[in-house]
């Protein structure tokens, strides 16, 4: 046996392991789209050197963000304050997440729903056309888009993976950095609680925003990588073999130098034995809870899979549950409800702003944050990969609603 499994074999072997498990619909993956996007760049001898996703752009501006998120605060705080029932609409939106988990609220309450509620009821009264007006606060964000601007440059961020450079994805801190210097900056120029808080948020998010973009376009390029041939593609092999590797260690934390290591001794088969680990990992998973569903239907692709829950027809990430503390897999896309999503997502990370308003110990205030962080974080980088099933099937609704509900204003795809 070769050391390095056939990728097509591994496909074939996936297929059939689905099949035993769901209804398999061969979807025709069209890639016109991916050769508009992709691009692969070649050395002299016309191998792949690196692969360039052709709609992220390196110019970094942090207008669109501020203005997203202040009208944003904004049009929620307009909801509060006209709507009485607004309290109920948002315990609704976590009405399935089951017993207080958090250490939040007392007995009676689900402590979910209720941190959430009270996290957004701190932010009815702020006046942010104050806050984002305010001199300081301008200061201490036009200094951060300088330096964050100055790192992304270093960086290149339309740089998806690199086939021949074990260490290309080095400076994984960089922007990190640059947001600790952006958060001491802000401890020092602002005093007044909802500017300083408004600043950290935005600051954090931003960072997060822009260095994420790689991992969901990542994503949405091992969509490509599973569903077509490398002859389809126009690459090898080896080549294939050493952009996934590439992928999964540009992922790897900064300090587990240990497991940066290992990916560069065992480059040939480090990402795909990634890939398809994390593949058979979550089949089972879903196999087990097949007879959960009123019907199980298409497999979309090595992270989504359409079934009927309840009545609902939705589609489901394989790869993410609902939140941390549930078994439940996420829903990515609802077609039934098809804003759902992206306004449970809205209300959480306005959430997580507002949690900077409660006083609470610092342990139960982390926990929370984590809590709320983890029904949207990982989740929306995953996406990727259903983007690349859209795109590749030319469902531009599917395409457009995703746009929506990630929640990224840096985002051109």
């Known amino acids: 046996m070769n050391n390095i499994l056939s990728r097509k074999t591994m496909r074939l072997s996936l297929v059939g392991f689905i099949v035993s498990v769901v209804s398999f619909t061969s979807f025709a993956t069209n890639l016109s789209a991916f050769k508009k996007r992709f691009e692969f760049v070649r050395n002299d001898q016309g191998g792949v050197e690196y692969i360039r996703d052709r709609s992220i752009t390196a110019k970094f501006s942090i207008a669109p963000y501020l203005k997203f998120i202040k009208e944003s605060l904004q049009e929620e705080q307009a909801l509060m304050k006209n709507k009485g029932d607004y309290d109920s609409q948002i315990e609704g939106l976590f ?40 001199s300081k606060f301008k200061e201490v964000i036009k200094e951060f888009e300088w330096k964050l601007s100055d790192a992304l440059l270093k960086l290149d961020p339309t740089v998806l993976a690199h086939a021949k450079d074990m260490d290309f994805f080095y400076q994984k801190r960089v922007t990190y950095q640059v947001l600790t210097w952006g958060l001491n ?15 950290s948020y935005v600051l954090v998010r931003v960072e997060e925003l822009v260095r994420q973009r790689r991992l969901f376009h990542q994503n949405m390029l091992l ?36 497991e940066s290591r290992s990916a560069q001794a065992n480059w ?26 009123s019907q199980v239907g298409a497999r979309l692709n090595y992270a989504y899979q359409d079934v009927l829950k309840g009545e609902e027809n939705v589609i489901l990430d394989l790869f993410n549950t609902e939140h941390m503390f549930s ?33 609470l110990p610092s342990f139960i205030k982390g926990i929370a944050e984590n809590f709320m962080q983890s029904f949207h974080k990982q989740q929306a980088l995953t996406e990727g990969a ?27 795809l």
């Open 95 to 134: 009405d399935d997440q089951g017993e207080n988990l958090i250490g939040y609220g007392d007995e009676k309450s689900n402590g979910q729903s209720q941190l959430v509620v009270d996290s957004l009821r701190t932010l009815e009264n702020v006046d942010f056309d104050k806050v984002f007006n305010d």
């Open 185 to 199: 900056f802000a401890k020092k120029r602002l005093s007044q609680v909802p500017i300083l808080n408004t600043a």
């Open 223 to 258: 969509h490509y990588l599973e569903q077509a041939s490398e002859q389809e593609l126009g690459i090898t092999h080896d080549e294939a073999n050493h952009i996934m590797s590439s992928i999964y260690e540009s992922r790897i934390d900064w300090f587990a130098f240990w």
């Open 268 to 293: 040939d088969k480090y990402g795909v034995n990634k890939f398809f680990g994390a593949i058979r990992i979550n089949n089972n998973r879903f196999r087990r809870m097949t007879s959960t569903f």
């Open 327 to 359: 078994r439940n897999l996420a829903v990515a896309y609802n077609r039934d409800s098809p804003n759902k999503i992206a306004r449970k997502r809205m209300v959480i990370q306005l959430a997580e702003l507002g949690l900077s308003f409660i006083p």
């Open 386 to 412: 259903l983007y690349g099933h859209f795109e590749s099937t030319g469902n531009q609704e599917g395409m457009n609603q995703l746009k929506i509900q990630i929640l990224n204003p840096f985002e051109t």
